[in-house]
């Protein structure tokens, strides 16, 4: 199965700061990858899909890049809301598989 | 209103049953392929299983294959996963999602929780 790593595990950024994730597929997807967003104690929620579509109603410091091998979700101006563990995930072929997650916490 | 509840999990014994439900309301259920995702507590997700619009398809993840059935009714706008030979590695939080057009999970269940133990 093709594997998914985030990086970094987890972060700190203080309010307004641009925050990156990666996200590297171990072979190529083309461009077959979402990342969702999972608020403590919530179910996860779809922020970006085909790598770089903004899902309606996120707002738009939200923003995925990104093809191949190699993906960024980043936020371009952290607010407090934003506290939540990050997932990519790829949907080219069967199974279906997640990122282990990137938690983002203020500084 | 437009959402997916879950239902059915628990503590069972290894080796037990469990069938789990989840209810759709507010879309048109029988338009849109269907997921059971899991997630175990304070880690990651994984998706689980999958199944076509009109039932007649259905995916698994290998660790599950011969032990879990997903299945759906729409009529009842429901989906089910019956989990049989459940083992601890079993134990997660349950979440049946909405598979979109463009294959991503686009709703979700507020998750239920099975707990697999002596």
């Known amino acids: 199965d093709i594997q998914m790593t985030q990086s970094p595990s987890s972060l700190s950024a203080s309010v307004g700061d641009r925050v990156t994730i990666t996200c590297q597929a171990s072979q190529d997807i083309s461009n077959y990858l979402n990342w969702y967003q999972q608020k403590p104690g919530k179910a996860p929620k779809l922020l970006i899909y085909d790598a770089s579509n903004l899902e309606t109603g996120v707002p738009s410091r939200f923003s995925g890049s990104g093809s191949g091998t190699d993906f960024t979700l980043t936020i371009s101006s952290l607010q407090p809301e934003d506290i939540a563990t990050y997932y990519c995930q790829r949907y080219d072929n069967l199974p279906w598989t997640f990122g282990q997650g990137t938690k983002v916490e203020i500084k | 209103e437009v959402q997916l509840v879950e239902s059915g999990g628990g503590l069972v014994q290894p080796g037990g049953s469990l069938r789990l439900s989840c209810a759709a309301s507010?879309?048109?259920?029988?338009?849109?392929?269907m997921s059971w995702v899991r997630q175990v507590p304070v880690k990651g997700l994984e998706w689980v299983a999958n199944?076509?619009?009109?039932?007649?398809?259905?995916y698994y993840v290998d660790s599950v294959k011969g032990r879990f059935t997903i299945s759906r009714d729409n009529v009842k706008n429901s989906l089910y996963l019956q989990m049989n030979g459940l083992r601890g590695e079993d134990t997660a939080v349950y979440y049946c999602?909405?598979?979109?057009?463009?294959?991503?999970?686009?709703?979700w269940g507020q998750g239920t929780m099975v707990t697999v133990s002596s």
């Open positions: 199944i076509k619009k009109d039932g007649s398809e259905k």
């Open positions: 507010g879309f048109t259920f029988s338009s849109y392929w």
């Open positions: 999602a909405r598979v979109d057009r463009v294959w991503a999970f686009d709703m």
